[in-house]
């Protein structure tokens, strides 16, 4: 009988920390409860139920997810031959257990049976499952397509088929990839039509679809056929029927529980969401934030499960007669990964804080429920910085969670050695499910490009001069501080020094300055941290010393101005192989 | 067809999880020193009782017999899906043995009335004697079916249950209604549902309001503050919130076999046992080597 959330003391310090009544504020402001018997009395109240469907979470996860994930693994999920999907029977029972628990409505509102949670215990969540197993953190986390139809679609999709995702009845897909369109959205060819009676349909090829299986479809599709970008997309809400067919299940180096589909679409009935034109730049994009955010969460959930086991190793491993984390080697490598670990996370609920200030905020302008036109012209203002903030730390968080875990998995095996190289211990299974994070919702270099615009355009800078206003009365953390301001420095002062040169460099600058500025801001959010905890305090000295000087070293490269792995590319990366 | 089902919870303390605290010098359990949880079976037996009614219908109720601080393992009860929660408790009911309590349970059970099923976990943790199942059921009259491991099926008045017998299993038919022990490998008990969690963890006895009156009111006069205890419990009762709670009188109980005066039980001797090291013997892993542990494990009587 373990739990996930009670046995996860970083977890559960970050719950106490970040204010999470204010949080519960706006989440329980103007909400739509409907008839719902459990709405909370007050603000600690709804912080309470916050913890008791954590503590659920977490049991649920360590006595019924982990112990099938090994399993789940091994044998993965079957195609039929009529085109659909079966689960592995331990992947249904995980959701079976999970809709039990209420668990399947996590965001929604409470009046289609939701539980009204915000997006940062979601988050926790999420990490808690994916620690359990990576793999259905996929099922589980793919609640935002759910939120995604409760922000934009119309009432009638909404009261028909959200009460019928919270009681786990139906799971969803995004439906976004095509052969020809994978980072490039903006080429998707799958058609949308309309029929006299404005009836639209579905025909075309999808592919790397995550649980395309699933009963609800959310697809972007080419509703204008002479506009050739993505203006030329819309999403449309569509049903699982024998119009769409599995036609392939992909064989993937890791998370096999999580069934990868190929959809054939066959003139499938369909209904627009929101408006026409709008379904890239307005739906996807909100609607893929929210999922980074989610892998963010899976990646923090699966290196915490790598680092326990290679802790766990490193202490009771013997060689040259004592624990091997006793050599100086392990000791700093198992360091290293926890401190990753928790700067990670330091970013990645941070993030999904910032998350909830901007969709409430939306949600209440979206639906007109601003009380007068002041208000609604402060939220309109509001909805500006969130979304800025918001734009640079999503990516951000996407990025440096997914590139630690692949990180700290590796690590995990390194620590344990030959042994982790077997099949005999579940550290290869973390990195093999570890690996997709920094790929799928936008690889690690598509998130540069988006994080660092707001690097480069200013919001970087006046979302740090917050935390260097703050005033610590202990000196070590003042000192940090004072480095972390002078780092800062150095940042925008290569900023300009790039802005002095091409567009291309720029792209090429991408991920050093990214790098540096993550430094600076998860800085920032451990130093907050260790004003009020004495180890957080070491964890802050030692994060803020060792990755300083990288910072230096990236800002060097970048002054350098070296342009050659573009312009001596043909010579540096040698001809191209010949086949065969 | 619906069925409605009573299920007999108790909470004991966590005997899995033993310091050295966990025995006083006299020998008897400290329990103050060990953490108060659900009987492991006994959620077992709940879960049963939820099948039942997801499949069929009907309804669940769950029912205690214990101190005030028993309302815990009701309040997971209506956490998990039971539909009615009650506490039986009375000083008058302390020091009951197996026979009081049995007795106990089954004037409890005549007091709720209409039942097709009456299900308990096979035995409780802290007192291992599986006694109480079977006794409730011979004081009701009802047939027993004890160590179920599948409910296998059910059609009218008629349940057929595989029951573990130890070295093999036994497939029993029995006609409602019918009292049923349940064994921990029987199911995996649900988790608790977050909605009701959000909704019942206001849930309260009338002793857990009349404790909560007291801290609030302490200058008031015992008539203001039993005043108050029936205006909230009168709240609480709107809103579906009340844990009913039952005295002896309110069962019917005759008090001679209720608590000390019911329990014929009689504590001959507690042993204090301490397990230390003394030494060790080297076995050589040999025929003669085994035979001669499993001889000196017969006659210190470890086996057989």
């Known amino acids: ?580 | 067809m619906p069925y409605h089902s009573i299920v007999c919870v108790k909470q004991v303390p966590d005997t899995a999880n033993i310091t050295t605290e966990a025995m006083k010098e006299d020998g008897t359990v400290n329990r103050a020193a060990l953490p108060a949880i659900f009987n492991p079976e006994d959620l077992n037996a709940l879960e049963t009782a939820l099948e039942v009614r997801d499949q069929f219908g009907g309804t669940v109720t769950a029912v205690s017999m214990g101190p005030p601080k028993a309302a815990d393992v009701l309040r997971d009860c209506l956490y998990r899906g039971a539909d009615r929660a009650i506490l039986v408790t009375d000083r008058r009911a302390a020091a009951s043995d197996t026979l009081a309590t049995s007795y106990i349970l089954s004037q409890a059970i005549r007091t709720i009335g209409r039942f097709d099923f009456v299900f308990c976990g096979r035995q409780a943790i802290d007192g291992d004697t599986a006694q109480v199942g079977p006794q409730t059921a011979e004081k009701l009259g009802l047939p027993q079916v004890t160590y179920l491991e599948e409910l296998v099926g059910l059609d009218g008045d008629l349940v057929r249950v595989r029951r573990n017998v130890g070295n093999g299993w036994e497939l029993i038919e029995a006609r409602l209604p019918v009292l049923i022990t349940v064994l921990g490998t029987a199911n995996k008990p649900r988790p608790p549902a977050a909605r009701r969690v959000m909704r019942f963890k206001r849930a309260r006895t009338e002793a857990e309001v009349a404790a909560m009156v007291q801290e609030a009111m302490p200058s008031a006069s015992p008539a203001e503050r039993d005043a108050e205890v029936r205006r909230r419990t009168e709240q609480l009762k709107q809103a579906g919130l009340l844990i009913e709670q039952w005295n002896l009188d309110d069962i019917h109980a005759d008090l001679d076999r209720c608590g000390l005066a019911g329990s014929p039980t009689k504590v001959f001797r507690v042993q204090s046992i301490v397990l230390t090291k003394q030494g060790y013997t080297d076995i050589p892993p040999t025929e003669d080597g085994v035979r001669r542990l499993i001889h000196e494990l017969v006659v210190d009587h470890t086996l057989g």
């Open chain 1, 1 to 580: 009988m373990g739990n996930y959330f009670l046995d996860n003391q970083d977890i559960q310090f970050l719950f106490d920390h970040i204010d999470l009544k204010a949080l519960a504020r706006l989440q329980e402001d103007r909400a739509d409860n409907g008839d719902a018997d459990y709405v909370p009395a007050d603000e600690d109240d709804a912080v309470d139920n916050y913890r008791r469907v954590l503590e659920i979470v977490g049991q649920v996860a360590a006595d019924t997810l982990a112990p099938n994930a090994p399993i789940v693994d091994r044998e993965g999920n079957t195609l039929n031959e009529d085109g659909t999907v079966t689960l592995h029977p331990l992947v249904q029972e995980n959701l079976r257990r999970l809709t039990q628990a209420d668990m399947m409505g996590f965001t929604l509102p409470r009046k289609y049976g939701g539980l009204n949670c915000p997006n940062l215990i979601y988050t926790m969540a999420n990490e808690i499952v994916s620690r359990a197993d990576c793999s259905f953190m996929n099922l589980f986390g793919l609640q935002g397509i759910a939120e995604t139809i409760n922000a934009f679609a119309d009432a009638q999709i909404k009261d028909h088929i959200l009460p019928q995702f919270c009681q786990g009845k139906v799971t969803g897909a995004m439906v976004l990839t095509e052969p020809d369109a994978g980072s490039d959205l903006q080429s998707v060819r799958l058609r949308a039509y309309q029929d006299a009676s404005g009836q639209w349909y579905l025909n075309g090829v999808k592919r790397f679809i995550t649980n395309g299986c699933g009963e609800v479809l959310l697809v972007l599709a080419r509703s204008e056929e002479d506009i050739a970008d993505g203006r030329g997309l819309s999403l449309f809400y569509a049903e699982r029927s024998d119009r769409v067919k599995v036609r392939h299940l992909e064989e993937k180096l890791g998370i096999h529980g999580s069934p990868t589909c190929e959809l054939v679409f066959e003139d499938l009935p369909a209904k627009l969401v929101g408006e026409r034109q709008r379904g890239l730049i307005t739906y996807v994009m909100a609607l893929m934030n929210g999922a980074r955010v989610g892998i963010a969460a899976q990646s923090l959930g699966v290196a915490e499960a790598a680092f326990r086991l290679a802790r766990v190793y490193a202490h009771t491993r013997h060689q040259f007669g004592g624990p091997i984390e006793r050599l100086p080697a392990v000791a700093e490598m198992v360091t290293d990964m926890q401190i990753h670990l928790e700067a990670a996370r330091a970013l990645a609920y941070e993030t999904s804080r910032v998350c909830d200030h901007e969709n409430n905020n939306l949600r209440i302008l979206e639906n007109g429920l601003s009380r007068d036109k002041d208000e609604e012209k402060q939220r309109k203002q509001a909805a500006r910085l969130w979304k800025r903030t918001n734009g640079m730390l999503t990516p951000m968080s996407k990025y440096y969670c997914s590139e630690m875990a692949c990180t700290v998995a590796n690590q995990a095996i390194q620590v344990l050695g030959g042994s982790g190289y077997m099949k005999d211990y579940a550290a290869e299974r973390y990195l093999r499910d570890a690996r997709i994070t920094t790929i799928y919702e936008g690889t690690s270099q598509l998130q540069i490009v988006a994080a660092i615009r707001g690097v480069a355009s200013g919001a970087f800078e006046s979302y740090v001069a917050d935390f260097e206003k703050v005033e610590y009365a202990d000196p070590l953390l003042m000192s940090l501080q004072q480095k972390l301001v002078e780092a800062k420095g150095g940042i925008l002062e290569t900023i300009q020094f790039v802005k002095g040169r091409s567009a291309a460099y720029l792209d090429l600058s991408g991920r050093r300055l990214v790098d540096a500025a993550i430094v600076v801001i998860i800085g920032h959010l451990l130093l907050g941290q260790g004003a009020v905890n004495d180890r957080k305090k070491r964890v802050a000295r030692r994060f803020i010393e060792t990755h300083l000087p990288v910072v230096r070293m990236n800002l060097d490269q970048v002054q350098s101005g070296d342009m050659s792995a573009l312009e001596e590319y043909e010579l540096l990366a040698g001809p191209v192989p010949r086949e065969g």
